[in-house]
Each structure stands twice: as structure tokens, then as C-alpha cells.
């Protein structure tokens, strides 16, 4: 018996196969489906386990439309005309590279190292995804913390089907608060291939036509980044041109130490492709905020992100009804809340502008990155943020070692009576 590529194989090969193989009756697959949900479960479970099938394997069997990790170049190039037939003809927008505090650095480079101390090297886990994933959230985590809670990530989201995907989980998904999702990270384990390229492209269309629902953000870009550690690539979606460009791609190196220190530009790239995401869905906001102002729409749901996610995807919130889950300085009663919109956007600005300054000596730069890290928490603290019973979660670095120790130490002495 020849045994076909499951790309070659198509559903409903698929069930006249099993059909004829079982003597089933025309129509049984059909009749399957509707059968109870827990009882087909049950049997779909023991079939993978049987089989030993992972959750890779089940995405790899959606193949039409593809699942974003059956996802090929070909196939994605027939359904959008503007994207060019080699992913390296993808036009190339350079953004620019905001340098973070060498502190942060320092730290990110400690943390990293104690990561491979656990997870192991680069040539030990290059065949590991789950591995690789780990070892980058040794970087992800703190710039993400830089936002402060109004920029979350979702590890392993599933996302909806469209009409190229039939969408799937993603290592990374990047919201601004009020669900906007701004990036999706994407890790491979191996060299990459025009069909890993393939799949995180059709990652960033489901994520823009996320965003489409809200009419204030349909034409937001959407970024995403690609890599297996050995290479980083980064690609953006315009939706107000249908098209995408590709930035630089960067390197980092086998050995540890070759990786750590190849990081730390990396990791800046990453920092500013948030930043600029950051700033992007501020300008949506505030125009939008001030707009409404102007025409006196005061009715619900306000402009801000929170307002328009909650009223128009999720008005129980996201995981269902929540009594005691507030937003902080919410617009829905009024527009007083434009000016704080104002006030995010232009200290992000102001940051930005810091950061872009020219700057030659190590301390010089240094001193100007602290500043607008400082100017970027401001803006951060402006942004109303979604908490339950109304607890206080923005705290600066000494607030929280202070709050740290003493919680410990409550804990030790209570442990000791």
C-alpha cells in the first residue's frame, strides 16, 4: 500500500477512505458530527492517543483552509495578490532601534544566563521548541513588564478561522489593554523555511482582521516576529494597504556568551517594535477619544480600548461575568478621560523623541534611554488598566521589593508562632 504525504491527502479522500475501509454507509461523517459533543470527544481523544498524535500533529490535518501551522508560502501568495512570489522580495521598511538602559540589560543578561543553566545550550535545544520557547520568555517577560499590565501576553492563544486559516494556537499574542492585539511571536525549533514565513504572516492577517472588528483600529498594523534563536525576522501588516514589509533580520550566536551579548541589540529591536505598536494604538485612542468629544458623543461604550473590547466583543468581560472586576478611569460616563489619552500619547512621544536623540558616549546614551523609560511609565500609567476590586498593581521598583520583604517577612514570623 502506497502511503501518501498528508499534504496529498484531502478531507474528503479522507472519509471515503475510512468509509469504504469500515463499510460505512454514504454520509457517516455527517452523521458523526452531530452525534453528542462529550461522546465524540471521548472517542477522538483515544483515537490520538492511540495514534500518539500531539496538538502539532491534529493542526497539521486542517488543511483546508490550513491551520496557520500547515500553513505554505504557495498557497497563501495564490490568495493575496500583493504579496510577492519569494518572501525575501517582502518590501523592506526599516524601523528604527531604541536603546533600553544598560541596567536593563545587566539584568536581562543575568536572567538569560540562569536560563540556559536550566534549559540548556543552543545546540541542545535547537531541536527543542519548547525549550527555545522558554528561553526567549527570559527576554519577553521583562520588556512586556516595561508596559505595566496594559500590554498582555496570551502564550498559546487560539485565534479564529478566516477565510486563508483555519487558525490555531500562537506561542506569543501581544494585546494592548481593551484587546487590541498589536504582535504575535512565532518559534521554531529548526532552519526556517518559507513556509514558517508563510505561517506567521497568515498569523498577523487573522490578528488584523481581529482588530477589523473595531472600526477605530482596523487600519492599526500588526507585527510579528519570527525566529529559532539563531535568527530573528520581523514582518508587519498594513491594512490600510493590504500589504506587508519585512524589517532587517538580526543574528544571534551558538555559544552563550556569543548569544547573550548578540541579544542585547535583539532584544532592543523587539523593545521597539512594542514601543512603536504601543504608540500606534495610542494615536487610534486618542484620536478617536477626541473626535467623539468634538461631536459630543457621550454615550456608551466610551472610546478608550477597554470601553470599545468590552461593549462590542465582550461585554461580560472575557472569561465571562465579573462583579468585581472594575476599569480605572473609565470613559464611559464622560470625555474626561480625552485629556488623559492626551497626556499617554504625548509623554510616549516625548520618550520616543529621547530615545531617537543621537547620543556618543555609552553614558550618554544610557542617560537619555533611563529618562525615556521614565517618560514611557508615565504614559504607561495614564492608560486605564482592567483590576479587580479596585487593588493598586502599578508599583514602582522600590514599592514592590519593599512590599516583597514585607510580605516574607510577615510570613516567616507567623510560620515561627
Not at 471515503?16 to 452525534?35: H, M, P, V
Not at 491551520?67 to 490568495?79: D, M, N, T, V
Not at 525549533?189 to 477605530?216: G, P, R
Not at 488598566?385 to 510577615?410: P, S
Request: proline share 5%; hydrophobic share 40%.
Amino acid at each position: 500500500m502506497t502511503t501518501r504525504k498528508l499534504s496529498d491527502v484531502t478531507l474528503e479522500d479522507a472519509i471515503i477512505q475510512i468509509g469504504e475501509a469500515l463499510s460505512l454507509e454514504q454520509g457517516w461523517f455527517d452523521k458523526l458530527q452531530k452525534t453528542d459533543s462529550d461522546a465524540l470527544l471521548r472517542l477522538v481523544s483515544r483515537i490520538c492517543a492511540n495514534h500518539n498524535w500531539t496538538a502539532r500533529d491534529i493542526k497539521r490535518g486542517c488543511i483546508d483552509p490550513p491551520s496557520f501551522s500547515s500553513a505554505s508560502y504557495e498557497h497563501l501568495q495564490s490568495k493575496i495578490p500583493t504579496l510577492p512570489k519569494d518572501p525575501i522580495d517582502i518590501p523592506i521598511i526599516q524601523e528604527p532601534i531604541y536603546k533600553l538602559p544598560i541596567a536593563v540589560h545587566v539584568s536581562l543578561y543575568e536572567v538569560a544566563w540562569k536560563a540556559r543553566n536550566v534549559y540548556g545550550e543552543i545546540t541542545e535545544s535547537i531541536n527543542n521548541e519548547a525549550r527555545n520557547v522558554r528561553i526567549f520568555e527570559a527576554y519577553l517577560v521583562p520588556i512586556v513588564n516595561l508596559f505595566e499590565g496594559r500590554i498582555i501576553n496570551k502564550p498559546e492563544a487560539g485565534m479564529k478561522e478566516t477565510e486563508i486559516s483555519s487558525g490555531g494556537a500562537v506561542e506569543h499574542e501581544l494585546y494592548v489593554i481593551g484587546g487590541i492585539l498589536l504582535i504575535l511571536i512565532e518559534l521554531k525549533k529548526d532552519w526556517m523555511t518559507d513556509d514558517n514565513v508563510a505561517q506567521i504572516l497568515t498569523e498577523i492577517l487573522s490578528a488584523a482582521k481581529n482588530n477589523d472588528q473595531i472600526f477605530e483600529f482596523k487600519n492599526l498594523p500588526v507585527y510579528g516576529i519570527l525566529t529559532n534563536l539563531d535568527v530573528f525576522k520581523f514582518y508587519c501588516f498594513h491594512p490600510s494597504t493590504q500589504t506587508f514589509s519585512q524589517d532587517i533580520s538580526m543574528m544571534s550566536g551558538l555559544r552563550r556568551r556569543d548569544f547573550l551579548r548578540e541579544m542585547i541589540p535583539i532584544t532592543n529591536k523587539i523593545f521597539s517594535i512594542i514601543f512603536t505598536a504601543y504608540i500606534e494604538a495610542l494615536v487610534c485612542t486618542e484620536r478617536s477619544s477626541t473626535r467623539r468629544g468634538k461631536e459630543g458623543d457621550f454615550k456608551e461604550p466610551g472610546s478608550a480600548m477597554i470601553d470599545q473590547y468590552y461593549a462590542v466583543r465582550h461585554p461580560d468581560g472575557p472569561d465571562g461575568p465579573d462583579p468585581g472586576c472594575v476599569a480605572l478611569d473609565s470613559t464611559r460616563a464622560s470625555r474626561d478621560s480625552t485629556s488623559k489619552w492626551e497626556q499617554a500619547l504625548q509623554h510616549a512621544l516625548q520618550a520616543r523623541a529621547l530615545f531617537e536623540e543621537h547620543c556618543i558616549t555609552a553614558e550618554e546614551c544610557d542617560s537619555k534611554s533611563i529618562e525615556a523609560t521614565k517618560l514611557l511609565r508615565q504614559s504607561v500609567l495614564m492608560v486605564p488598566r482592567r483590576v479587580r476590586f479596585e487593588e493598586n498593581y502599578d508599583l514602582d521598583e522600590e514599592t514592590l521589593k519593599r512590599e516583597a520583604l514585607e510580605v516574607v517577612l510577615d510570613m516567616y514570623s507567623k510560620s515561627r508562632s
